[in-house]
Each structure stands twice: as C-alpha cells, then as structure tokens.
C-alpha cells in the first residue's frame, strides 16, 4: 500500500511524510509548528525539512501569530 501511495505522490513531488504533513493541517488548518512535530512524532529538524519543501512549491505558508512572536503558524495555501 506504501509503494502504491508513493507511486501517486511522485506525480505531485511529494513523500508520504509531506502528504501526512499536507493531511494534518487539512483536517485543522492554522497549527503551529510544535503541534505538527508532536502530532507526526517528528524530530524538530524533519518538520522543519517538510515545512520548508512544502512552502517552497506553493503548499503552505509559515506565519508568526499575532498574539505570541515565539510561535510560528503554518497553514495550507489555497
């Protein structure tokens, strides 16, 4: 079933890691990037990896919120 997947996310230059990343923040928008390496029990400098792939090929944007500098909001592009 993995080869499979890979085999259709290749068409879309994506890993299975970027889809589930992608798939998370389909089911809740707007996370904050801690909440995405707890969630997909990722080291630090992976989600960081995804995040910037996915930012640089029009997935997601990458946001400070407005209420707290410290915190970094990742989010889907339309």
Known sequence: MSNRLDKELIKYNLTVEQWSLLALLWSKNNRTQKSLHDE???NKATINSLVNYLIKNGFITKNQDTKDK????????E
Do not use: E, V
Request: positive net charge.
């Open 40 to 42: 997909l029990l990722k």
């Open 70 to 77: 410290r915190r970094t909001i990742i989010s889907l592009t």
